[in-house]
Each structure stands twice: as structure tokens, then as C-alpha cells.
């Protein structure tokens, strides 16, 4: 039998006085009730209710483990009311991953205006470039770049991750426009490192790699990459999405628009639920709504 039902019935017959009190006030027969504090006894080894035909008492084994049921419903009844209240509105916290550079770009800028929108709701914001494992770390989200491959997660499609070429004025000024791959073998191009591996730029162009120059500067960070091309360095290959304010603005100015690779599809990921919380649902309407696909 259900032992936390048991509990509720041993405890409302000691607080009532009779079994037929609790029958009705549980829409049960008196004999189930006996059946619930039978069991009760039976899992103890110890009698709870010394019963005569005139009235009943506990016994002292039973003051001290009605007074323990008291305790343990009444942290489910808290625990209950806690998560009825998630349940209710966005409140908790949020632990999401997303990749470094659109995380700290993008995604990190705009979540002031969501937790200004919730201020129940408080996150934890992973930045890697690894992919994650949002069930076995306990997530509740996470934007993916490129294919997915695992379908036990629901996928919300973000605007793709497109490339774009890039460089300073003041840099082309010096040193001219590229207009072809070819020409960037008179350019200085900055790198990527992942993991000490050196990361060559994927252009829409076959054998398109083999022009590429020796880069003089590489960083396995996308913020130091943007911040040697507004310095004049050299020309960058970034996400459009992390470098659009510095292109709108100017200070960046896109080359190669012709050569750039195919974008790559970018998903918001989260696990299957039947019943969301508020928290959740909140956080996918505003990611998707502020970086959707453009309708």
C-alpha cells in the first residue's frame, strides 16, 4: 500500500478520534482504513493504536511516529507547494550552454532584458564550444551550431550561422580589397585556433584554403580575432550575428560576400517535457523571438 497515504490516514485517525471520521473525511470504508494502519503496523513490527470498543489512544511507539508523519507530510506538503509555484511562473534557476561566441556576443547581452523581465529567474550561462550533454549535465537548454544529431531532444530552428569576411577601414585603405581568394595570398588573415589545432578558413570556393597566406596572428578567441581586425591586424572570418553592430557602425566593412562558406544551421535545444516550467517556456519564447528565423 501506499506508504505516504498510510501516514495521511494514521495521522487524520488520531486527529479525529474514529476510523469512521477518517472514512468519510477520505471517502473510504472504515474497513480500508484499518487496512491502511494495519499495514502501517505491520511494516513498524510494532502496534500504533491500542483500540477498545469505547475509544482509542496511541501507543508510545505510536506518539512518536505520529508526530514523525506529522513532520514528513508536512515537507511534502511544502515540497508540493514549491513546485506548484515553479509551475505558476517563471522563477528558478536557468542553466543553459551555448557556444563562446555567440554566447558572450549575443546571447549574454540580451539576457539582461529577459532576467529584467523575470526577476525570479536567475541563470548559469556555460560558454563552450564543445557539445554538451544537456540531459547528463543537468541543463535546461542549449544552442547548438550545425547539424543535430540527437533526436531526443526538441530542436527550435535561430537564424543560421553565416560567415562574413571583414576588415577595417583603415586596413583596406592600406593595404587594398581583396576581390578574389587568390588575392588574400597578399593579405595578412587572422586565425583561429581550437585546441592548439590550426584552423583554416572554409571558403565557397574549391582548393580555396591552398591561397591562404601564414597567418602572424592566431587566438583560440573569437573577441581577440575581432579585436585585431578593428585594430587594423588583419581580415577576420566571424559569424555575421556576433559582428553585425561593428558592421552597421562601420568600423568593420565586409569583403568576399561571394566566397563566404554555405551557413550552418543554429538550433535551440532543450529536452522533451510534457509539462515545461514557466521558466523554461519563457526563456525558448524570448531566444527565439530575438534570434529566430526572420519571417
Not at 514528513?72 to 508540493?80: H, K, N, R, T, W
Not at 558572450?104 to 560558454?127: G, H, I
Request: glycine share 6%.
Amino acid at each position: 500500500m501506499d506508504k505516504l497515504r498510510s501516514m495521511e490516514v494514521f495521522v487524520g485517525v488520531v486527529d479525529a478520534g474514529s476510523f469512521s471520521a477518517v472514512a468519510r473525511a477520505f471517502d473510504m470504508s472504515t474497513v480500508m482504513v484499518g487496512k491502511y494502519i494495519a499495514d502501517l503496523e505491520q511494516r513498524l513490527g510494532a502496534r500504533l493504536l491500542n483500540r477498545t470498543t469505547r475509544r482509542q489512544s496511541l501507543t508510545e511507539i505510536g506518539e512518536l511516529y505520529c508526530e514523525q508523519c506529522r513532520q514528513i507530510l508536512a515537507q511534502v506538503s511544502i515540497a508540493e507547494s514549491g513546485a506548484e509555484a515553479m509551475r505558476a511562473t517563471a522563477r528558478g534557476t536557468l542553466k543553459v550552454s551555448a557556444p563562446v561566441a555567440f554566447g558572450s556576443e549575443c546571447l549574454a547581452p540580451a539576457m539582461a532584458t529577459y532576467l529584467e523581465q523575470y526577476p525570479d529567474v536567475s541563470m548559469d550561462l556555460e560558454l563552450s564550444n564543445r557539445l554538451s550533454d544537456v540531459v547528463e549535465e543537468g541543463l535546461d537548454a542549449a544552442v547548438r551550431i550545425g547539424q543535430l544529431d540527437d533526436s531526443a531532444m526538441i530542436a527550435r530552428p535561430l537564424r543560421p550561422y553565416k560567415m562574413v569576411i571583414c576588415a577595417s577601414a583603415a586596413y583596406l585603405e592600406r593595404f587594398g580589397t581583396p576581390k578574389t581568394p587568390d588575392d588574400l595570398a597578399q593579405h595578412q588573415c587572422l586565425d583561429f585556433l581550437h585546441w592548439r589545432r590550426h584552423v583554416r578558413w572554409r571558403l565557397n570556393q574549391p582548393d580555396a584554403a591552398a591561397t591562404l597566406p601564414a597567418s602572424r596572428f592566431r587566438s583560440n578567441n573569437g573577441q581577440a580575432l575581432k579585436q585585431a581586425a578593428l585594430a587594423g591586424v588583419g581580415i577576420m572570418m566571424q559569424a555575421e550575428i556576433v559582428l553585425a553592430d561593428d558592421i552597421q557602425r562601420g568600423r568593420l566593412i565586409p569583403i568576399l560576400e561571394e566566397f563566404i562558406p554555405i551557413p550552418r544551421p543554429m538550433h535551440l535545444i532543450y529536452p522533451r517535457d510534457r509539462q515545461p516550467t514557466p521558466k523554461l517556456t519563457t526563456f525558448i519564447e524570448f531566444v527565439v523571438e530575438r534570434f529566430g528565423v526572420e519571417r
